[in-house]
């Protein structure tokens, strides 16, 4: 199993930048894709972004394609979603999250294994 820790979320403009991170800890050798979902209220879950651990390929949402970049650090078994212009739609808790089973991104919340606890992004008008 892997621990994962977001960190980062907060209040931004919108037009603004943040950046989101997820701290991983545990079997995290085990971990071969890790993504990023996001939750509105009253939404479902949606995906937003994932990248393979060893290769780095990565996938987008296309809401947020060329405005998102996805990146990870692997001396420091870290995730992180660069968020650029962003918009009030944007506004959800976003998820970390790790899979042990896919090699390459996949978009379905239902083959992750893994999630963190989530970490609050509002952008306001």
């Known amino acids: 199993q892997v621990q994962l820790v977001e960190s980062g979320g907060g209040l931004v403009q919108a037009g603004g930048s943040l950046r989101i991170s997820c701290a991983a800890s545990g079997r995290t050798f085990s971990t071969y894709t890790m993504g990023w979902f996001r939750q509105a209220p009253g939404k479902e879950r949606e995906f937003v972004a994932a990248i393979t651990w060893s290769r780095g390929i990565t996938s987008y949402a296309d809401s947020v394609k060329g405005r998102f970049t996805i990146s990870r650090d692997n001396a420091k078994n870290t995730l992180y979603l660069q968020m650029n212009s962003l918009k009030p739609e944007d506004t959800a808790v976003y998820y970390c999250?790790?899979?042990?089973?896919?090699?390459?991104?996949?978009?379905?919340?239902?083959?992750?294994?893994?999630w963190g606890q989530g970490t609050q992004v509002t952008v306001s008008e």
């Open positions: 999250a790790a899979s042990r089973r896919i090699t390459i991104p996949n978009t379905s919340q239902y083959m992750y294994d893994d």
